[in-house]
């Protein structure tokens, strides 16, 4: 984590609000366009934003951010905008499929978050066993379909669906994301 990100955080534990002022007027615009990039909604949008600042702000105590504030921002947005496609039913859009066909870079700030997101996806799925790492990459890089993997691979599509759910599952405990509103898991 760097130096500022790391003040900041410290800052944020002691109750400083100044801080989270700060981190409030550095991040809130990268974040609002980045969830309005997929919902189109711009109530919904605010509300969003200012849920995860609040949740920032109620859970500093134990804030245990490993890389930077703005991948660790950025992953509690995706998850409630993501939290909202179930919600109100609107079509489920997977995290990890076409992530970089479907982010539209309407920032420098808001490209650096997802570059930085991209990279700690990576880094994940390089420490998962070899056939599930194949199996993730073979569907998520390749858009292979679970049927065409187990025929390349010559395992079961069951086979191939436990993969994809193992890795999808180290991902998202890895990245911290939020579980509800009212807990937070932190970046590992």
Not at 42 to 47: G, I, R, T
């Given at each position: 984590m760097l130096s500022q990100d790391s003040d900041i955080v410290d800052r944020l534990?002691?109750?400083d609000k100044k801080a989270l002022t700060e981190l409030y007027d550095s991040y809130w615009k990268p974040l609002y366009i980045s969830s309005y990039n997929l919902l189109k909604n711009?109530?919904?949008?605010?509300?969003i934003i200012q849920d995860v600042f609040i949740d920032v702000w109620n859970y500093r105590e134990n804030l245990?951010?490993?890389i930077s504030l703005k991948s660790y921002l950025y992953a509690c947005v995706?998850?409630?905008v993501f939290s909202e496609f179930r919600k109100n039913k609107i079509q489920r859009v997977e995290l990890f499929e076409g992530l970089n066909d479907r982010f539209q870079y309407a920032t420098p700030e808001t490209k650096l978050m997802h570059?930085?997101?991209?990279?700690q996806i990576d880094a994940i799925v390089k420490t998962l066993p070899?056939?599930?790492q194949e199996v993730y990459i073979l569907s998520r890089n390749q858009q292979l379909s679970h049927k065409e993997i187990a025929e390349k691979l010559g395992i079961s599509t069951k086979t191939v669906e436990n993969h994809i759910t193992l890795a999808l599952r180290t991902i998202r405990s890895s990245l911290g994301y939020l579980l509800s509103i009212e807990m937070l898991y932190f970046i590992h």
């Open positions: 534990k002691k109750g711009k109530e919904l949008c605010e509300e245990q951010i490993k995706r998850y409630k570059e930085e997101l991209v990279m070899a056939r599930c």
